[in-house]
């Protein structure tokens, strides 16, 4: 599978460039942030929800909203790294990967666009649906907040920190293969299955495949 590659001032972007993507940050000093993909968050904001009713207008007509009110959580945070430069760069690689997984143009970040939707979503559950309804729309909107960072499994941090070494060594995208080998790790790390499973999830499925003896740099 193909992948884009983003020059910027301080480092190399890489990621599949469509919706739901992960994305893969190679610093020129060589240190590597991987980001999963803010589907995977987002598919664990209405876990744990026990009204299922709920959980469908997430994922049905509330899902823009959800959207809107998690890439204005990370806008705010963001605010809170302004005078860090490295925390900066990072958080707005973060937000810019959000947007790319949602499909959303990242030029919107710098409007008020999301905070509208939010407003107009408050505004409109009021007006049409009364009290009950705002107070659906508002849970909706803390949820996605809280849920914003979703807790990794033990898995799926495995999966990036094995993405980032391997990006860091080969000062490049990694391939699949390579990725597998540092995954593969005694009896806790060695089914295919899960692996792919993980890779999927996190947006990965991206990263070429790779060929047995090409990756002598591990042997």
Not at 194 to 210: C, H, I, K, Y
């Amino acid at each position: 599978m193909s992948y884009t590659k983003e020059e910027a001032d301080i480092c190399t972007i890489y990621s599949s460039g469509r919706v739901g993507s992960g994305v893969i940050i190679l610093g020129h000093d060589g240190g590597a942030v991987v980001i999963e993909s803010a589907y995977s968050a987002l598919s664990k904001i209405t876990q744990g929800l026990r009204d299922k009713e709920l959980v469908a207008r997430c994922k049905g007509d509330l899902e823009p909203l959800v959207k809107a009110a998690f890439i204005c959580h990370l806008k705010d945070t963001d605010k809170l790294c302004q005078d860090c430069e490295g925390l900066r760069t990072i958080s707005n690689y973060v937000i810019d990967s959000a947007c790319l997984s949602f499909g959303l143009d990242r030029s919107l970040v710098s409007t008020h666009f999301f905070e509208n939707i939010v407003g107009e979503a408050l505004s409109k559950a009021f007006r049409e649906g009364g009290l009950p309804e705002l107070e659906t729309v508002t849970k909706v909107i803390k949820i996605a907040q809280k849920k914003n960072k979703s807790e990794l499994t033990d898995n799926e941090k495995h999966f990036i920190d094995s993405v980032k070494l391997a990006t860091e060594a080969f000062r490049g995208v990694p391939t699949q293969k390579t990725v597998f080998d540092l995954w593969e790790d005694g009896e806790d790390y060695n089914d295919y299955d899960v692996f792919r499973d993980v890779r999927n999830r996190l947006g990965f499925s991206w990263l070429p495949q790779g060929k047995r003896g090409k990756e002598k740099a591990w042997n």
